[in-house]
């Protein structure tokens, strides 16, 4: 049957208007965002592990590589004084007596003195004969340092990077717990909002709620994404 001239047509709705859709529609947008915010916070938090482990390790490595050179330093330094004593003998009137350091000297060198050391040896035998007023110590070679430190150095070096590298995923994973939560405020607010009956009410929480919610997102997307 067709509509009489004189029916009044029923206004046509705005999407503003429908405030159930709405607040549904933002609680399932706010809810995704919410999940993969849980998500990243839960891969940094793996990362911040990870990287804490193997630092730990590496620096209890690098402890180990350090005890172990320093004690090869002093066994050099405790092997360069007797050298030296010997040496102070061999130059003696007695000949026995230099006979005998001689052949404790060249015993001592062959069964205590490493390549390292040899060549720092000879590198400050030849900077005390170029400059005979200044002495310089062997074990002041940089290469025989670098031979002798030089594993701790990098292992100390790579435990440094891993511990900051899971200090700055542990930051992460901290402040996207904390957009989390803000994005659970959000949540509860429409949840509110979609079970009370004041419009104006409504609205004022569907608004509060977006603003936390932005305020969240806000606070996400500065930091950066993460895979496994």
């Known amino acids: 049957m067709p509509d009489s001239p004189d029916a009044i047509p029923a206004p046509r709705r705005s999407f503003l208007d429908d405030l159930q859709l709405l607040i549904v529609i933002l609680l399932g947008v706010v809810s995704v965002a919410t999940a993969y915010v849980s998500f990243q916070?839960?891969?940094?938090?793996g990362q911040q592990a990870a990287a804490y482990s193997r630092g730990g390790a590496a620096q209890t490595e690098a402890e180990s590589l350090y005890l172990e050179a320093n004690q090869q330093y002093v066994q050099d330094a405790e092997t360069l004084t007797r050298l030296f004593e010997y040496q102070i003998e061999m130059g003696s009137a007695d000949p026995n007596l230099a006979a005998t350091?001689?052949?404790?000297?060249?015993?001592?060198y062959f069964t205590s003195v490493s390549d390292d050391l040899d060549a720092a040896i000879t590198w400050a035998q030849a900077e005390?004969?170029?400059?005979?007023?200044?002495?310089?110590?062997?074990?002041?070679?940089?290469?025989?340092?670098?031979?002798?430190?030089?594993?701790?150095?990098?292992?100390?070096?790579?435990?440094?990077?891993?511990l900051a590298r899971g200090d700055e995923a542990n930051q992460y994973s901290d402040r996207l717990t904390l957009n989390t939560v803000l994005m659970a405020i959000s949540l509860f607010l429409l949840g509110i909002a979609a079970v009370i009956r004041s419009r104006r009410?409504?609205?004022?929480?569907?608004?509060?709620?977006?603003?936390?919610?932005?305020?969240?997102?806000?606070?996400?997307?500065?930091?950066?994404?993460?895979?496994f």
């Open 128 to 162: 005390n004969e170029a400059d005979p007023t200044t002495y310089t110590d062997p074990q002041g070679s940089e290469d025989y340092l670098e031979a002798l430190f030089g594993g701790w150095s990098e292992t100390d070096a790579e435990a440094e990077t891993l």
């Open 101 to 108: 350091a001689s052949e404790k000297y060249d015993q001592l």
């Open 41 to 45: 916070a839960a891969l940094y938090g």
């Open 201 to 227: 009410a409504q609205w004022v929480l569907i608004g509060v709620s977006s603003g936390i919610f932005l305020l969240g997102l806000g606070l996400t997307v500065i930091i950066p994404i993460t895979w």
